[in-house]
């Protein structure tokens, strides 16, 4: 991992599941900064804007509920998918409803992986783990 902290970005409008990933992402020990926003308008707000802002370091992942409210989570990812500076970033999509057909559609329009909202606490670490192995992927393949 670099010397700078992993910029992860949350995309979550449930502040319980905010902290239990949270809470997922200190056990693991490395440094991050995470970013949360909390509906889908303001993520597309947050996409748009990274046009102008070349000089911000973007996420090395992005963590996203696909049901968000004001905008759906599908939106949002259509957006990112379709803004050449955050196009590259790795997208991990979370449902609570989770169905093959869904599934299908979202890796098609560019998430990375596509899970079920863990239920338990052994589940949030699993999906911290994953959402490290990720970022530490993108790093490697931009460095």
């Not at 509920?65 to 590259?88: M, T, W």
Request: glycine share 4%.
């Amino acid at each position: 991992m670099s010397t700078n902290p992993a910029k992860l970005l949350v995309i979550e409008d449930n502040p319980g599941d905010v902290a239990l990933l949270r809470f997922a992402l200190d056990q693991h020990k490395e440094e991050y900064e995470l970013e949360v926003l909390a509906d889908g308008q303001a993520a597309i707000h947050f996409v748009r804007a990274q046009g102008t802002l070349a000089a911000d370091p973007d996420p090395c992942v992005i963590v996203l509920d696909i049901n968000l409210p004001k905008e759906d989570g599908k939106s949002v990812l259509i957006a990112i998918k379709n803004e050449p500076v955050l196009a590259h970033v790795q997208v991990i999509a979370l449902s609570s409803f989770v169905s093959p057909r869904d599934e299908m559609e979202i890796l098609s329009l560019g998430a990375r992986l596509y899970r079920a909202k863990p239920m338990k606490l052994d589940d949030w670490f699993l999906l911290a783990a994953e959402v490290f192995a990720v970022c530490h992927e993108s790093i490697a393949m931009t460095a």
